[in-house]
């Protein structure tokens, strides 16, 4: 019997998460099989065997993390398990010892950290009746300081276990209402189907609350006229296309512009690190790839070196993989400022949530054609909104607001005579 | 039964033991012309004799170390220090003889003594006259330490304490003298020392504590009661050693404890009170255990609102409670 540990998928990746199991118990395999998708960060891959074998125990279930080097499942090695016993027949007896002592403590009624509620305080006495009892203590209305469940509200559920069925109607009730009233009104609503939150879907969500808790978030916006960017590249699109075989995109000239612009603020493209700034090198571009139900950010390195060409091929590129799932870690990390494509989907105003440990987040909106007011004359032009986020730990509303009018200047200074996108 | 307070309950178990018994003498300042500052042995010389109820000089080792000796030799004195605090300079006769004489000589000799000292403060004392002083002998085996919270039980301790055949350190609280009163029977009766008492049964929180503050937490509890609060009061009446089985039994019953003396909070009885509950308790505990004490000031001062500040009172333990029964 062999063990299969869970792998190192990264340089600073110390746990990762069972996103799907590939193989049952049971199963034969051989080496270099896929067994299961193991999710870090962003990134899910898959885990190949080390060994031709069958599958013994799957050791961590779907859904959980556990650190790097923690056996995931056991595999019995042909030839070699008979060897083993034979040698180690010390080892091999302490084993079926071993399991019925796990099985024991498995069917006590002890209350696992699952069962607890989140960041509630349970005393002594509460945990100890609740595990003799076996009961959940998400279903048990607290009446003590800040809905603390008291040992009488427990002894009241062991007396009459209904109780803790009527919780979720009437008593979380005055603790949710002080919280927000949107929560109350959800505890009217029927339910319907219930998504487990899992996968890449957790790591977002965990990603998204460091963000929006730790960064103090400003926003600014500016509108800037982009007609010439859309004759320029309506005049280059076909063309471009029959000799690159991928479309070019406005997308690419936003990127590029940035890339030049965090050129000259450097603020922009820096980090929090809690009692320092650091301000980064690279100019990495990590984009937003939505595919389905998942969000990746795969990454340009080095954008401020690219032609818009080279641009808009990267970006053909990692969507692509994005939408086959294909995006390794490697794609993900290094990014150092972050361009929204928000317009893709018609949006013409939104608040980016800056992608942690970056400085900021801009969105590209939609280009849309209004009525301006040109030298006192009005004219139909193509404008599209700017919105940027900023740390404002990091930045203030003064540079932010130079490098976003500077990001303007070079869109609308373009033109089919002067802009090169080789 | 006569209605009686808890200074004439004090008298009258000594005016018992000394009728019964002919080796009980009493010996302190004041105590047989004057019959004590606070009146406690007023008349007891007359009726037994100067040899029986001795004026002593102003020495307190002298007093205490008079007493042992005489204990030593099959009497069965009665000192008294006439303010709690006046008792450090016989600390050392205390301490290191008093409670060692029967370890020291293989339970050859053997002291049977009784030292009262009236303790406590909330009558305009200031220091000198105002502190406990019980932590100071609460880790010295051979002592026992007792501290009676009414009438009844100040008789049947002082009974018990004169008839033990070990030295007991009696602490009467001085506010008590007057303050309450209650039916007492005549005659002979004892309290046991070493047991804690349960003065009033309750299912909500536990409070624990001794002296003159068992009666505040009484007055606080029953005030609660007509919110429908239920409160179980456990009188300590032994500081030392300490009743740990009803500790146990009275702290697993509610799962919340306060721990309420009138001593300062740090190193007092309640200190060990809280260990006892901790190592043995945990498991039965649904809240973090309270304590409600002096402040860690020097002494208890004469102006009164700060003497109102030091002191515990019933809205203190009231407004504890409260706080231990919402947690």
């Known amino acids: 019997m062999t063990e299969i540990k869970m792998p190192k998928l990264g340089e600073s990746v110390t746990e990762g998460t069972i996103e799907k199991w590939l193989v049952s118990p049971g199963d034969t395999i051989e080496e270099y099989d896929p067994i299961c998708e193991v999710i870090t960060d962003k990134v899910t891959a898959e885990v190949p065997s080390v060994f031709d074998g069958i599958i013994g125990e799957i050791l961590v279930q779907e859904g959980e993390t556990v650190e790097v080097g923690v056996p995931i499942c056991t595999i019995t090695t042909e030839g070699k398990s008979e060897e083993k016993a034979n040698t180690k027949e010390d080892s091999d007896d302490a084993v079926p010892k071993s399991v019925p002592a796990e099985n024991d403590t498995a069917e006590k009624p002890m209350v696992s950290r699952a069962d607890k509620p989140k960041d509630a305080r349970i005393s002594p006495v509460v945990m100890r009746l609740a595990g003799e009892h076996d009961i959940d203590l998400n279903q048990v209305a607290g009446t003590g300081f800040n809905g603390r469940i008291t040992k009488k509200d427990i002894l009241k559920v062991i007396e009459d276990p209904s109780l803790a069925k009527e919780k979720a109607e009437k008593s979380s009730e005055p603790v949710e209402r002080e919280r927000s009233g949107a929560l109350e009104e959800s505890a009217h609503v029927t339910p319907g189907e219930e998504i487990p939150v899992t996968g890449v879907r957790a790591a977002i969500a965990n990603k998204m609350v460091q963000s929006s808790t730790e960064i103090p978030h400003a926003w600014l916006m500016m509108e800037v006229d982009a007609t010439n960017l859309v004759n320029t590249r309506n005049q280059l699109k076909n063309k471009f296309k029959e000799t690159e075989g991928f479309n070019l995109t406005f997308f690419s000239f936003f990127i590029k512009a940035v890339a030049e612009t965090l050129k000259e603020y450097p603020m922009l493209n820096s980090s929090w690190k809690g009692d320092k700034i650091v301000v980064n090198k690279d100019i990495n571009i990590s984009i937003a790839v939505a595919s389905d139900d998942k969000l990746y950010v795969p990454v340009i390195k080095n954008a401020d070196e690219l032609t818009i060409k080279g641009i808009a091929k990267q970006v053909n590129e990692l969507a692509s993989l994005g939408r086959e799932h294909r995006l390794t870690s490697a794609h993900m990390s290094g990014g150092t400022f972050t361009v929204n494509n928000t317009g893709a989907f018609g949006s013409v105003q939104s608040m980016g949530i800056i992608n942690h440990p970056q400085a900021a987040i801009l969105q590209v909106e939609s280009i849309v054609k209004k009525p301006v007011i040109i030298d006192d004359m009005i004219a139909v032009r193509d404008m599209v909104n700017l919105c940027l986020s900023i740390d404002h730990r990091i930045l203030d509303g003064l540079v932010a607001g130079q490098f976003l009018k500077t990001v303007k200047e070079k869109i609308e200074k373009i033109s089919y005579e002067h802009t090169s996108v080789y | ?327």
């Open chain 2, 1 to 327: 039964m006569a209605k009686i307070s808890y200074l004439q309950a004090i008298h009258n178990a000594l005016d018992f033991e000394m009728g019964k018994d002919d080796d009980v003498f009493i010996l302190g300042e004041d105590v047989g012309k004057k019959g004590g500052v606070f009146k406690v042995t007023d008349g007891l010389q007359e009726k037994y004799g100067e040899m029986r109820c001795l004026d002593t000089p102003l020495a307190e080792s002298n007093i205490v170390g008079t007493g042992i000796g005489a204990a030593m030799m099959g009497k069965r004195p009665v000192a008294e220090i006439q303010f709690a605090e006046y008792i450090l300079p016989a600390t050392n006769q205390i301490l290191s003889e008093a409670a060692k004489i029967r370890y020291r000589s293989n339970g050859d000799w053997n002291c049977p003594m009784v030292i009262r000292a009236p303790f406590g403060g909330g009558i305009h004392g200031a220091l000198y006259h105002s502190q406990s002083i019980e932590s100071i002998f609460a880790s010295t085996p051979g002592l026992k330490v007792v501290i009676p919270s009414t009438p009844n039980d100040a008789k049947g301790l002082l009974i018990s304490a004169i008839r033990d055949n070990d030295p007991v350190l009696y602490f009467e609280h001085k506010k008590a003298y007057r303050l309450l009163k209650e039916e007492v029977p005549e005659g002979d009766y004892t309290v046991p020392i070493g047991k804690a008492d349960v003065k009033r049964s309750g299912e909500d929180i536990t409070v624990i504590t001794y002296g003159l503050c068992v009666n505040y937490a009484l007055q606080a509890a029953e005030r609660l009661s007509k919110d429908g609060h239920d409160v179980e009061i456990l009188d300590l009446r032994t500081v030392y050693p300490l009743d740990k089985e009803s500790i146990i039994v009275s702290a697993k019953k509610t799962g919340k404890v306060l721990l309420v003396t009138e001593d300062n909070l740090e190193g007092s009885i309640m200190s060990e009170v809280s260990a006892i509950i901790g190592e043995n308790c945990l498991y039965d505990l649904d809240a973090p255990i309270m304590r409600l004490a002096g402040p860690d000031v020097p002494a208890m001062p004469y102006s009164p609102p700060m003497e109102d500040f030091f002191m515990v009172n019933p809205e203190k333990i009231e407004e504890k409670m409260l706080e231990l029964i919402e947690h």
